[in-house]
């Protein structure tokens, strides 16, 4: 086109990023590629095409790792480990600071590559990602010089196998690599099949950076790596980002080998616009939200729910809008939406749209499509319903789903409809009603007027089928970190034997289970006696079945209004149960003296009150914070009771261990179904009556006696319990981890370790972290 | 609720005119002030400035685009002088300028016709001196007039009115009016409507724009309300500036005040023009604002009936680019003829 025509149609024409030093780079390798493994790359295994999604032409060659290759990147890093935590924070921290600036000097390379390989927008990768990672690693050197003196008691778990999508792959890579190497673990990471080649230019840096050999380890492949990665012995922790559907099998592959994991899974977040809300800004939003990345984020909006009021006028816009979205050649600085990174994706994106779409009324984007290349167009259908497939499935695409709402609680339920919780959007104009939202959505990160806002200082990681654990700010640390010190084995202990001749006290004592405030029988009818040392019969207490579990957990559900009171009030409530458990210490001291044999009764009653006091101190005081995020605004970081938490209780401290996992919970404003020590129950079932005096709401605390290990499934499994813990004696972490795949909830074992009651270990912030989620809460503001 | 009132702001003018071609868009004649869709305005100050910060790096134009595009910035200049030490001479010098902006061997060069700029904009002194020079040099360009006791607008209300009067009788084409702060400033928004249509009625002919002097006005919201209150007493055009303010042009203001505009046009029909005035002095920034409209009004608005620049050195950087364009060498300012 001459100047003269441009000058009356005013096109923007080309304007294409050059991706010539990329490509030499890739050449200068013969575009075949090894593993990083203890600091070198290897010579090229067996090969595989890793194509350029926009062109569909073959990028490079990269190697499959086979189980030997991840084996020698476990040892390389098992190798380095060790001394790199010895290292003092400020070394590691000047590694990691080299790491950053490196990021940052060969910023356009990776950008470029980027775009390349995975079919993002030049200006994502180049304005968003590479940045993005360069913060990661300069916000976490910071973390490295600051770990001794701010984490004193804490230590590296050693050897991190960590396991990558391809939406963001350097930018996913520096999310795991940089907190966990900055606490001093080694890693091997993997990165998607589809997308390794940032990961192996980071190689390259590392080495630039005379980052230690084996502290950084790199292998290439498909699932069958991951798997390698995730079921090998020598790995301690895992941390995965990807589907669900993976995660689910991570964490049954992983359950009672005593790995550490985290999850970072799959979403269906809520976008909701309410009728005060700056409209045009929410409708850009919504670009960011679902058009970002080709919609292929997790945490994407994909749900538009919509004030009914305003929700014609509002697609109205929003069709507008996606009228001006420019798709095509990722490299192209004017191009909006990029490529979908493969064609398997872009036929799942097909048929989950063709699938669905029915339900309510489509609109696509009238952008030209490339006729080459993986491109799908910006997608809206409007007019669904929650029950429709194409609001409950993650697309992973440009599809946005919309739907209306009435009043702000309806749309508090509709957002909240879902498996999934990793993020929601709130527009409004209105400070009131969007804090009073955020709270309430079911999910890790909450953006008030923004969307998709990133940055190291905020936690980020969901709830729910979402996964568990959070990324970045000193939340994100607990996942690369473990509490100092040398564990002990757990001995098992059994319940005394029926006696030969038994001692029987003539008046009759059942004890039952504490279900909904009331005191319950066992649904099967079953009931066991408890004998002391000596052969007294103690009493009689019921045998829970997985109905009486069912009871508990639904009586949990019914006390919700638990998780909304204040912590003034429960602070109240837990000094309450202290100072009626202390009126009747003598008879709970001989009750326990009686069950075990000795004299510790009393100090174990002490310890207790001791302990509801600390968390009646705790309720009020476990603070979130405020994030510096670089912009103007708060992140805010909220400390948010669990749920409903399952917990086995230690058998060796029958009241003091009830109360060790009972207080720090609904301190935070958690409700609790415990399974009582099982060989001594009786305090557990006396505890109920101080309970009933001591103005615990119905529902709060729910008590049950019985196997563990037959309780432990069903406990576990089930899909409306949001946590399980275990201090159990009865070896059951394997089946805690492996049950809670159903619905991914968080699990907190032992892995049959002893813990000390009576000491610190017993109590504290680690008990705090375990019995709150954090969610971020991002509040830009300026008028 | 807002929907509604949405529904019955279904453009009058699509109805009766739909069916005609329009080669010049029609003069937004105004409309009853609606101060429920005044109220409801909102503008989140945040998320504007987020979008404003990305556009530059959404939207890139190179080469023979650039060259095109920033030939059709030219077009769309108010070449401006507002100066206490204006005199007919200096006034003659801008006007030779602005009916050949760029040297004729860069525009043989680049094959294009040659260009004017929008206007010329004087103090009302000025418009007699203007109107002679373009007719004796046989050149067509309108000449924008800066009234209403510019620039703070604080002069005896009937002189204001009177002024625009005055203004129009000695020759000027476009008026641009300044709004009192003041209404905006305490929400009195019948006064403010008032006032516009009273401005507007005393142009008569002559097109009118209506400066808001944003960098006064403490919020984007109030630009926002302004800026619609403004176009339903008539303005041809909303302008952002005075020039003279501390903060004048900006992106985020531009944003909100094309915003209003396109839902003006969504509910009445009728398109309204858009000028951001002072600070913008580069290429750049000039094809980001370009930019700025292809994507909030759209390619109808990028032409100088709907959009122009108040701008003074802008030509001069866009005049080095072209012969940069042409030539593949960076230029210098003595190159090209001064104005």
Known sequence: ?783 | MQSEQTSTRTSKRDRDTAQLPQVTPARNPGMALDMNWVRAVQANTSAIERRCATLPGRRSVKKEHQAAWLLKAITMIDLTTLAGDDTPGRVRRLCAKAAHPVRPEIMQALGVDAITTGAVCVYHDMIPTAVETLKHMGVSLPVAAVSTGFPAGLSPYHLRVEEIRESVRAGASEIDIVISRQHVLTGNWQALYDEMRDFREACGDAHVKAILATGELGSLRNVARASLVCMMAGADFIKTSTGKESVNATLPVSLVMIRAIRDYYEATGYQVGYKPAGGISKAKDALTYLALIKEELGDDWLTPELFRFGASSLLGDIERQLEHHVTGHYSATYRHPMG
């Open chain 1, 1 to 783: 086109m001459t100047v003269k025509e441009i000058f009356e149609t005013m096109d923007y024409g080309p304007a294409p990023e050059s991706a010539k030093e990329a490509l030499s780079w890739i050449a200068d390798r013969d575009g075949k590629f090894g593993l990083y493994i203890g600091g070198k790359m290897t010579a090229p295994g067996d090969l595989f095409d890793s194509k350029n999604p926009a062109t569909g032409e073959v990028l490079a060659q990269l190697t499959q790792a086979t189980p030997d290759d991840v084996d020698a990147a476990v040892s390389a890093a098992r190798k380095a480990q060790r001394k790199w935590a010895a290292l003092s924070g400020h070394e590691r921290a000047k590694y990691l600071y080299a790491l950053a600036r490196l990021v940052q000097k060969h910023s356009r390379l990776f950008a470029v590559l980027e775009t390349l390989d995975n079919g993002k927008p030049i200006r994502e990768s180049r304005d968003i990602d590479i940045p993005l990672v360069a913060r990661h690693f300069y916000y976490h050197a910071g973390m490295a010089q600051l770990q001794d003196a701010e984490l004193p008691d804490r230590e590296a778990l050693g050897v991190c196998g960590q396991i990558i999508p391809w939406n963001f792959p350097l930018l996913m890579l520096s999310w795991k690599i940089a907190p966990a190497i900055a606490m001093g673990n080694a890693v091997v990471l993997k990165p998607a099949e589809y997308t390794s080649l940032t990961a192996l230019l980071f190689a390259q840096i590392c080495e630039e950076a005379g980052l230690p050999k084996g502290v950084v380890n790199i292998v290439t492949g498909d699932g069958r790596v991951g798997e390698a990665i995730v079921t090998h012995e020598e790995v301690d922790k895992i941390a995965f980002t990807g589907s669900t559907e993976v995660g689910r099998v991570i964490r049954r592959e992983t359950a009672g080998s005593g790995k550490s994991l985290t999850l970072e899974l799959g979403g269906k977040s809520p976008y909701i616009v309410f009728d005060d809300a700056d409209l045009d800004s929410a409708v850009e939003g919504l670009v960011d939200a679902i058009w970002f990345n080709q919609g292929q984020v997790c945490c994407a909006g994909s749900r538009l729910i919509v004030q009914e009021g305003i929700a014609d006028r509002f697609y109205a816009k929003l069709r507008a809008r996606m009228d001006k979205l420019r798709m095509g050649d990722p490299l192209d600085k004017s191009i909006d939406v990029g490529a979908v990174v493969d064609p398997v994706q872009h036929k799942r994106i097909t048929e989950l749209v063709d699938a669905g779409a029915g339900d309510g009324e489509l609109y696509q984007a009238p952008c030209p499509i490339p006729t080459a290349g993986c491109f799908y167009p910006p997608t809206l259908i409007t007019g669904l319903s929650p029950a429709s497939s194409l609001m409950q499935e993650e697309i992973f695409g440009p599809v946005l789903a919309a739907t209306t709402f009435r009043t702000p609680a309806e749309a508090v339920e509709i957002a909240n409809n879902t498996r999934y919780g990793l993020a929601a959007t709130v527009w409004s104009e209105n400070v009131n009603l969007t804090l009073d939202i955020a709270p309430k959505l079911a999910s890790g990160v909450v953006w008030v007027n923004g969307t998709n806002m990133f940055d190291a200082a905020a936690g980020f990681g969901g709830v729910r089928e979402s996964g568990f654990g959070r990324e970045g700010g000193w939340e994100g640390l607990q996942a690369y970190t473990k509490p100092r010190g040398a564990v002990k084995a757990l001995k098992p202990i059994a319940a005394f034997p029926a006696p030969k001749e038994a001692k029987v006290d003539a008046l009759d004592r059942t004890a039952k289970f504490y279900i909904g405030g009331k005191q319950a029988r066992p649904d099967g009818g079953y009931s066991q006696a408890v004998w002391s040392k000596q052969g007294d019969l103690l009493g009689h207490v019921g045998v829970a079945n997985r109905k009486d579990i069912r009871n508990a957990v639904e009586a949990a559900h019914t006390a919700a209004g638990w998780s909304k009171t204040t912590g003034h009030l429960r602070a109240q409530i837990l000094y309450y149960i202290g100072e009626n458990l202390s009126a009747r210490s003598g008879e709970f001291a001989a009750r326990i003296d009686a069950m075990i044999g000795g004299r510790n009764g009393a100090k174990e009653v002490d310890a207790a009150i001791s302990r509801l006091f600390t968390y009646a101190a705790w309720a009020d005081k476990y603070d979130g914070a405020a994030k510096p995020v670089p912009m103007r605004g708060v992140a805010l970081a909220m400390h948010e009771p669990v749920g409903v938490i399952g917990g086995f209780c230690p058998d060796e401290a029958p009241l003091l261990g009830l109360v060790s996992m009972m207080a720090p919970s609904i301190a935070m404003g958690n409700r609790v179904v415990l399974a009582a020590s099982e060989p001594f129950p009786l305090a557990a079932t006396d505890f109920y009556q101080v309970l009933d005096t001591s103005d615990v709401p119905a529902g709060v605390v729910n008590i049950v006696t019985g196997n563990h290990a037959e309780l432990a499934a069903p406990l576990a499994g089930h899909l409306g319990v949001d946590a399980v813990w275990t201090q159990s004696g009865a070896d059951i972490s394997a089946i805690v981890e492996g049950e809670s795949a159903g619905n991914l909830k968080r699990t907190w074992v032992n892995n049959a370790k002893a813990r000390d009651w009576f000491g610190p270990a017993g109590e504290g912030r680690e008990f705090l972290a375990h019995a709150t989620e954090v969610k971020t809460i991002w509040v830009p503001y300026g008028e």
